[in-house]
């Protein structure tokens, strides 16, 4: 617990809460961390070429989905401090047509970016977007379901779509 007495041993009032709020953020950062670590571990061991094949899902390569969280963790990094503000992001149908069409207009975007700067950006955005995590002020976080809601589908229940897409198929190469 956070001793904020005046020396005396006491807590202040508000004291307990805090330390329950900071443990709140740290608990979501582990979250996202964990999942990020399970998402890159589930490619660990192919290399280049292997990471170009398309067909993992879809038309996807494993560099096309390392791409694809990465924007979302971009998104994550827009929309979040709009959240947390009470604000509402504008909406992907209204905007792109819907998540997918948003998707493929990403997938076109990114098409052409190499193998290692699709690696660099990753862990340069997620890196971005922890930072972003660790600065929100943890009071600020109190109930705010919204903002865990966004964080959570944009990052560690993302995340593990991708995992599992990637492991279905190198079982089906092996």
Same mark, same amino acid.
Do not use: C
């Given at each position: ?18 330390? #329950? ?11 996202? %961390? ?14 280049? %070429?292997?990471? $170009?094949?398309?067909?993992? +899902?879809?038309?996807?390569? =494993?560099?096309?989905?390392? /791409?694809?969280? !990465?924007?979302?963790?971009? %998104?994550?990094? +827009?929309?979040?401090?709009?959240? $947390? ?8 149908? =209204? +905007?792109?047509?819907?998540?997918? /069409? ?22 340069? !955005?997620?890196? #971005? ?11 600020? $976080? ?5 903002? !865990? ?7 560690? %229940? ?17």
């Amino acid at each position: 617990m956070i001793q904020l007495g005046v020396g005396d041993g006491t807590t202040l009032p508000g004291a307990v809460e805090t330390d #329950r709020q900071r443990t709140r953020v740290a608990k979501l950062i582990d979250k996202v %961390e964990a999942a990020w670590a399970d998402f890159h571990a589930a490619y660990t061991g192919l290399n280049d %070429e292997e990471m $170009l094949i398309p067909g993992v +899902t879809g038309e996807w390569s =494993v560099r096309d989905l390392i /791409a694809h969280v !990465t924007w979302w963790d971009e %998104e994550a990094i +827009t929309h979040l401090p709009i959240v $947390l503000e009470g604000g509402t992001p504008p909406r992907y149908s =209204v +905007t792109y047509g819907g998540i997918d /069409a948003f998707n493929v207009r990403k997938t076109a975007e990114k098409r052409g970016v190499s193998l290692d700067d699709v690696r660099r950006e990753a862990e340069e !955005t997620h890196a #971005r977007l922890i930072e972003y995590l660790r600065s929100v002020p943890p009071e600020r $976080l109190k109930g705010n379901s919204r903002f !865990t809601h966004r964080l959570r589908l944009d990052t560690y %229940e993302h995340y593990p779509i991708h995992t599992a897409d990637i492991h279905a198929w190198r079982e089906r190469l092996a």
